[in-house]
């Protein structure tokens, strides 16, 4: 595991003030946005982790006692061995002192946020870089985060002394104990701001629209989520963005239909370029793709395309155009084309009869009987 003070570059006994200087100098030298170099990414987490633990004065006294920034050290000085339970934080409740873990931060990492975004299936296919609008909380630029006006500073709470708590005595079956509570003055904080900034009314971040351009890889599908690390909503009193997840939904589109890495489209052939066979021109994703139909095309019949379908998300190659032949049959005969289509059934062998289809030996059902068998 990193160490926070050197992943920070400040000293064990750095003041608040220099680890927050320092950690936004690097937060701005490896955030995402400026730095796109390959190691960038995982400086910047390391950084944001190293700021969260060394920017709360409970965590920080946790990890500097024992080295483990969750406060366990695996052994069984001072309570049951991994439980975080001692018996000197009863007496400590009961009996005074503001308890090992001091003050709460205020400072604290923001949420993480969720918005989703439309894409075109053609963008799906080959990826994209979309433009987004995010609405969110961005740390005040007036005071920087300080949560106080310019020139000021939080004070030391005048009831609880700095400590965030306050005791009192209450009878018990025990006799009277002291009981401590977070002090109401300060909500528990230690400090209190005599001049909150105007701005932001003393949280140290404001509500604010920015524009991102995200990179949507090919193969997502609607529910892909992509994340973008430190994009999300700025902490309280300047403390680090938590992640913005972006929820992808892409679009029907009029031609083409999705199944997993396949795309399927229909292509109505009319009756006689079925029967006769011909080539046509579909337009795909791709670009123009000429269809060879075979001479007594049947309709249901599917051609396949090989590697015209979407990009596997999370691998190499596509998947498949499925092209669906559907067989048109003519309407709205006038009589010249009814005569020429009843002479083509009468040299197939087709009788009419009054408009309906002669079932003789040599017809259709004759031929159909013949394949069932008898039954």
């Known amino acids: 595991m990193s160490n926070h003070y050197e992943v920070l570059g400040v000293a064990r006994d750095a003041s608040g003030e220099e680890i927050k200087k320092a950690y936004r100098k690097l937060a701005r030298k490896f955030h995402p946005d400026v730095n796109s170099g390959p190691d960038a990414a995982e400086e910047f987490k390391l950084v944001t982790r190293a700021y969260e633990v060394l920017s709360d004065p409970q965590k920080r006294r946790v990890y500097d006692t024992t080295g483990n920034e969750n406060g366990t050290d695996n052994g069984f000085g001072g309570g049951y061995a991994g439980s975080g339970f001692a018996f000197h934080d009863i007496f400590e409740t009961f009996f005074g002192g503001g308890g090992p873990s001091g003050p709460p931060s205020r400072t604290q990492r923001g949420q993480d946020a969720l918005i989703a975004v439309r894409i075109d299936l053609k963008d799906a296919v080959f990826g994209t870089n979309k433009k987004i609008e995010v609405d969110s909380a961005a740390v005040c630029p007036t005071c920087d985060g300080s949560c106080t006006q310019p020139g000021t500073s939080p004070k030391t709470c005048d009831i609880c002394g700095g400590s965030g708590q306050v005791q009192r005595a209450v009878r018990s079956i025990l006799g009277q104990v002291m009981t401590t509570a977070a002090c109401g003055t300060c909500q528990g904080y230690g400090t209190v701001i005599p001049h909150p900034c105007n701005e932001c009314n003393g949280d140290g971040r404001i509500r604010s629209r920015r524009s991102l351009t995200i990179k949507v890889p090919a193969g997502v599908a609607t529910g892909t989520r992509i994340q973008l690390s430190g994009q999300g909503e700025a902490g309280t009193a300047g403390g680090p963005q938590g992640d913005l997840y972006v929820e ?126 008898n039954f």
Request: proline share 3%; net charge negative; charged share 25%.
């Open 248 to 373: 992808i939904r892409v679009n029907s589109d009029p031609t083409f239909l999705r199944e997993g890495d396949d795309l399927h489209a229909t292509l109505s052939v009319p009756m006689t370029a079925a029967a006769l066979g011909t080539t046509v021109t579909l337009s795909s994703f791709d670009g123009d793709q000429e269809l060879t139909i075979r001479p007594g095309t049947q309709g249901g019949e599917v051609i396949t395309l090989k590697g015209l379908g979407v990009t596997h998300l999370r691998g190499y190659g596509r998947g498949d155009l499925l092209v669906h032949l559907s067989v048109e049959t003519p309407r709205n005969l006038d009589g010249a084309q009814e005569e020429l289509l009843r002479r083509f059934a009468e040299l197939r062998g087709e009788q009419f009869t009054d408009g309906q289809l002669a079932s003789s030996g040599s017809g259709v059902f004759a031929r159909l009987r013949e394949r069932l068998g």
